[in-house]
């Protein structure tokens, strides 16, 4: 994974991948109820 390089602009990106990640973990077991 090339999410963790520590320049500024990679965090605020990585940051928000991982967040989207999480939200991807929780809405996909709902949408197949």
């Known amino acids: 994974m090339h999410l ?3 320049t500024k602009n990679d ?3 990585a940051i928000p991948l ?3 990640k999480k939200l ?5 077991p709902m ?3």
Do not use: N, P, T
């Open 11 to 13: 965090k605020k990106i």
């Open 4 to 6: 963790f390089i520590s």
């Open 24 to 28: 991807e973990g929780v809405f996909k």
């Open 18 to 20: 991982i967040f989207l």
């Open 31 to 33: 949408s197949k109820l």
